[in-house]
């Protein structure tokens, strides 16, 4: 498979059939955001979209967490194409009391359809900020691969 | 002296106890600080580096 379509398919190039094809504007990046979930939610690979079901509530937690910023292209090295968000992922002075160990990446502009999950130890917030610190942006460290 | 955002709002951090944490493995490296008020938690705070990224598969299909 040619590395440039790896790419491509960051960027939403090709549709290959009408069905399911989403409405997008030359040059204009769609929105995504980062939701928590609870301990106790199921949020894996089998997930299609955002739910408020199991997510994290508490003061200063909007529902629907908060915008992801890819403020660099998907890029390429090698056969692996990447792309990491920009900034952290951060929530500031929220409390949440209800453990929680997921974050949902998922596409807001795009009917909230998910893009990933990321698990990690469970954690608890209070009157304090979630700091969530992206990796290299790099084939090798990248949030988001296509190997 | 400095301020921290607690529960009960902006307190000097002198009138509090300080306790911080640390862990690394394959999946995370995260810090955390904490702010005790009389053994009440009153602020807690995380920095979190993912390091167990998602990778996608993409295999290129042969043609019969």
């Known amino acids: 498979m040619c590395t440039s379509f790896k790419v491509d398919m960051f960027n939403a190039v090709h549709a290959f059939n009408a069905t399911g094809v989403p409405a997008h504007t030359a040059g204009v990046a769609d929105t995504f955001k980062a939701a928590l979930y609870l ?3 199921t949020v894996d690979s ?3 979209a955002y739910s408020s079901t199991g997510e994290v509530t508490g003061t200063n937690y909007t529902a629907g967490g908060v915008t992801v910023t890819f403020g660099t ?3 390429s090295t090698s056969t692996t194409a990447f792309i990491t968000p920009s900034a952290s992922i951060v929530y500031t002075t929220v409390t949440l009391s209800t453990s929680f160990n997921a974050v949902l990446i998922y596409n807001s502009t ?3 359809k998910a893009v990933s999950v990321h698990t990690f130890g469970a954690q608890t917030i209070t009157a304090g900020t979630f ?3 992206m990796p290299t942006n790099d084939s090798t460290n990248a949030l988001l691969r296509l190997a | 002296m400095a301020l921290v955002t607690t529960i009960y709002g902006e307190m000097d951090d002198s009138l509090l106890e300080k306790k911080e ?3 690394d493995n394959d999946n995370e490296t995260t810090s955390w600080v904490e702010y005790w008020l009389d053994g ?3 602020h807690r705070s995380v920095n979190m580096a993912l390091k167990r990224s998602v990778v996608g598969t993409a295999i290129a299909a042969s043609i019969a």
């Open chain 1, 39 to 41: 301990v106790s939610a």
């Open chain 1, 46 to 48: 089998t997930t299609t």
């Open chain 1, 110 to 112: 795009q009917s909230n």
């Open chain 1, 131 to 133: 700091t969530l610190t």
């Open chain 1, 73 to 75: 292209a998907p890029s």
């Open chain 2, 40 to 42: 009440e938690l009153v």
């Open chain 2, 21 to 23: 944490g640390s862990l």
